[in-house]
């Protein structure tokens, strides 16, 4: 157990549905990210917050709209998918990265396994 | 930007015995951290082993350890004494240490299989 815990473990969704992934982390971090994981392809970092705020978006397309209420929660909101979204998609949590300070080690969730129809 | 390269995409080893998994990576920094993440099939990615590349020292956790060559900027992973349970997809990657950038840089993976 990681303390970090991901729901739903698996989803299959039409390119027209809404849903929304959910991450929460119980470490006491006030960093999360989210993490999209293609067959074949490395690790891609779609997201990040600290303290609730985003401070980094890796490019990723709108249909992917984050969420971050509290520095425990972590939504990913997702809406006319994409086949090629289809993938495993990983939450991570560490302490807060400052400015000139340690950059802490990221512990990850189990993983929502999602498919685009 | 950084790369990460895991050239072996999959490895097999036989119980008890020793496998070294390699990592070599492109960066123009001096200080940064580099991890090795384990993935079982079960899909929890979970840290094995972490260096700080101002340190000599190379990182051990029990039967992992590493080889960090920092000229070289090669980062290999020793798993001595596997066990069926180190069976899992290993990943090596790199994290920036300072200034605002904290991505983690992931290569593609190496599937570890131990045989009994």
């Known amino acids: 157990e990681t303390g970090v815990t991901q729901t739903p473990r698996h989803l299959v969704m039409g390119m027209t549905n809404k849903k929304s992934l959910k991450c929460e982390q119980h470490l006491g971090h006030n960093a999360m990210y989210w993490y999209k994981q293609s067959a074949k392809k490395p690790l891609e970092l779609m997201f990040v917050?600290?303290?609730?705020?985003?401070?980094e978006n890796n490019s990723v397309p709108s249909r992917f709209s984050p969420e971050c209420p509290n520095s425990s929660h972590l939504f990913l909101h997702l809406h006319t998918l994409q086949p090629e979204d289809s993938a495993l998609y990983l939450c991570?949590?560490?302490?807060?990265?400052?400015?000139?300070?340690?950059?802490?080690?990221?512990?990850f969730g189990p993983g929502t396994r999602l498919l685009v129809l | 930007a950084q790369t990460v390269t895991q050239s072996q995409p999959e490895m097999s080893v036989q119980e008890a015995e020793t496998v070294t998994l390699s990592c070599t990576y492109d960066t123009s920094e001096n200080n940064y951290y580099l991890f090795w993440y384990k993935q079982p099939p079960s899909r929890q990615m979970i840290l094995v082993i972490r260096?700080?590349?101002?340190?000599?020292q190379n990182a051990t956790e029990n039967r992992f350890s590493v080889n960090f060559q920092k000229a070289a900027k090669s980062f290999s992973l020793k798993i001595s004494d596997s066990q069926l349970g180190d069976t899992a997809m290993y990943f090596c990657a790199f994290m920036k240490h300072t200034g605002w950038d904290y991505k983690l840089s992931f290569g593609a993976g190496t599937t570890v299989t131990v045989r009994a």
């Open positions: 991570a949590s560490s302490e807060a990265a400052d400015r000139g300070g340690v950059r802490e080690t990221q512990y």
């Open positions: 260096q700080e590349a101002y340190k000599q």
């Open positions: 917050y600290n303290f609730k705020e985003q401070t």
